[in-house]
């Protein structure tokens, strides 16, 4: 059972590294809910 | 044929007070924690004009140091300071003053008023610029006096100009409920048209150029223009072109977030190669909202506030004459509707697609221009080295395509890379700070080609999730001008003449047996 099963997730993903949709995926494959997810730009 | 990049300018703008009064990390926290600690250091953060001159970065953004020097020099950068000078090979670092007198002369509407003492020696500076022209002379007005001043500000809404924390000016609203017309946003859009003005009569000086023989402008800058009606109708390009005396030119404005600046540098490359025109200049000014917009971790951390610049440059997009780098649009990479968002499909979109289709590999391509932020900037804010990441992205791209050796990876960034030394003004450093050294560097056979990669987060304007990012190829002129094809045409227009005068008279010849 994934670390991430279950569990409530927030996902802030950077525009430069890895974008937030991106992320949602793979936490999402990992069992995860995604209540928030969004990229941000920091430059 | 391919167009070609005659010239570019790459301007700064000091504008210490309005890091204090207009960046929106600074006008946020005014509201949200007014008498917060950092509100009460920032001030002590500023930077002056002879600092700001000498910081290598800025030196390298208006062309005294190539970034070659800059990436000798190690880092952090502001502690170190350079030989400080006002002009270089690009453009200019303008002072605060002066740039006060610049927006006055870009209003048209009599919305900015400048106190009276002031306007009068600030003139007299002004005049010297040896890029202004004199039409930008005959604009400026007397100042009036500082009570008119002070009314407007405190009865007016009109947002005030401050040189060293003192009332010298205003910019007033031009309409009583319209909220795209209020004074905070013709301030930011007065800001914008100024430097967008200063980087283009800089591009007519180093083009030798006359003015009057550009044919058409796009502006790539982030604001927008327009009533309530219209709230981004534009056009900040002719409104530019207006100022800068350049009687021969309509335009348009390419929005695009960041990535506008290389949309704007693709489409005046297509409008060229088409034969539409025969002289485009791409132009961009500065963003008052992202001045100081990391200055909170500047603060903590005991730095300057660096992000202290309004930004500006313009690039001139002609014809083929033979010589001047030129515009590959059969390289062009887009990131689609479908491409997704994980690194790898957005570097590849940008990168190894648009390559694929004309048969070169990534390592072909000398030199990658992506984002160039600054990373004394961005690293002490936690936004670590921009440029740097986007090198390792696309290295590891080439690694995985069996381009180069995963041992091959750590040297990538230095051999195909660059370090950033633009400031985080959003569009500004999003791939065109290296158009000016990319095309000297073609020129010197220091390198064959460079890709310029432009990304834009379109998400923050709440419409997409997605992001967005174009590509394109300056590479070596092939030696063959637009004058060069044109004698072609004439010589087999000539024969084809000539073989149906020799048509005509064989058959006048059948004719007479």
Not at chain 2, 123 to 146: C, Q, R, Y
Not at chain 2, 421 to 440: D, E, K, L, M
């Amino acid at each position: 059972m994934s670390l991430l099963e279950g569990k409530k997730a927030i996902v802030i993903g950077d525009r430069d590294g890895v974008p937030g949709p991106a992320i949602e995926e793979c936490i999402k494959a990992a069992g995860a809910d995604v209540i928030f997810s969004s990229t941000e730009c920091f430059v | 044929m391919n167009s070609v990049i005659t010239a570019s300018s790459y301007v700064l703008v000091h504008t210490p007070d309005m890091v204090l009064h207009n960046g929106t990390t600074i006008t946020t926290e005014k509201i949200v924690n007014p008498e917060s600690e950092y509100l009460k250091e920032l001030p002590k953060h500023i930077r002056s004009y002879e600092d700001v001159i000498a910081y290598a970065p800025n030196q390298t953004y208006i062309g005294n140091m190539t970034p070659e020097e800059l990436a000798a020099m190690p880092q952090p950068w502001y502690d170190t300071k350079v030989e400080a000078k006002r002009e270089g090979k690009f453009g200019e670092i303008l002072p605060q003053d002066e740039f006060y007198m610049l927006m006055q002369i870009c209003d048209v509407f009599d919305l900015l008023v400048l106190e009276k003492g002031f306007a009068a020696a600030t003139k007299e500076k002004f005049v010297k610029n040896p890029a202004v022209i004199p039409s930008m002379v005959e604009k400026i007005k007397e100042g009036v006096d500082l009570a008119e001043i002070e009314a407007l500000v405190n009865d007016e809404h009109a947002e005030g100009l401050y040189m060293d924390g003192k009332l010298v000016g205003a910019v007033k609203r031009a309409h009583d409920v319209d909220t795209n017309l209020t004074a905070h946003v013709m301030h930011e859009n007065l800001v914008s048209k100024a430097s967008s003005v200063l980087a283009l009569i800089h591009l007519i000086k180093n083009s030798g150029i006359d003015a009057s023989e550009i044919d058409y402008v796009i502006d790539c800058s982030e604001e927008a223009c327009g009533d309530m009606n219209q709230r981004g109708g534009g056009n900040f390009a002719k409104a530019a072109a207006e100022i800068a005396g350049l009687t021969g030119a309509s335009g348009e404005d390419v929005r695009g977030f960041c990535a506008a600046p290389t949309h704007a540098m693709i489409t005046a490359a297509a409008l060229v190669k088409a034969g539409v025109y025969k002289h485009v200049a791409v132009t961009a000014g500065g963003c008052t909202a992202k001045l100081g917009m990391n200055s909170k971790d500047h603060v903590k951390k005991g730095l300057p506030a660096l992000e202290d610049c309004l930004g500006g440059f313009s690039v001139l997009v002609s014809e083929n004459d033979g010589v001047n780098p030129e515009i590959n649009l059969d390289i062009c990479g887009r990131h689609t509707v479908g491409t997704g968002s994980s690194p790898q499909a957005v570097i590849n979109s940008l990168v190894a697609a648009p390559l694929d289709k004309v048969g070169m590999k990534i390592v072909d391509i000398d030199k990658f221009s992506p984002e160039m932020q600054n990373p004394d900037i961005t690293k002490p804010a936690g936004a670590g080295d921009v440029p740097l990441a986007n090198y390792k992205m696309i290295g590891a791209l080439a690694v995985t395509r069996h381009e180069i050796e995963r041992a091959d990876l750590a040297a990538f960034p230095e051999k195909h890379g660059l370090v950033g030394w633009a400031p985080t003004q959003g569009h500004i450093p999003s791939g065109v700070p290296y158009i000016g050294f990319c095309r000297q560097d073609i020129l010197d056979g220091k390198i064959k080609n460079a890709m310029i990669v432009g990304k834009g987060s379109l998400f923050l304007g709440r419409m997409t999730n997605l992001f967005d990012g174009v590509s394109f190829v300056i590479q070596g002129n092939s030696g063959a001008s637009a004058a060069s094809a044109m004698d072609e045409a004439e010589v087999k227009n000539m024969i084809a003449k000539a073989m149906k005068q020799f048509a005509l008279s064989l058959m006048e010849g059948e004719e007479e047996q």
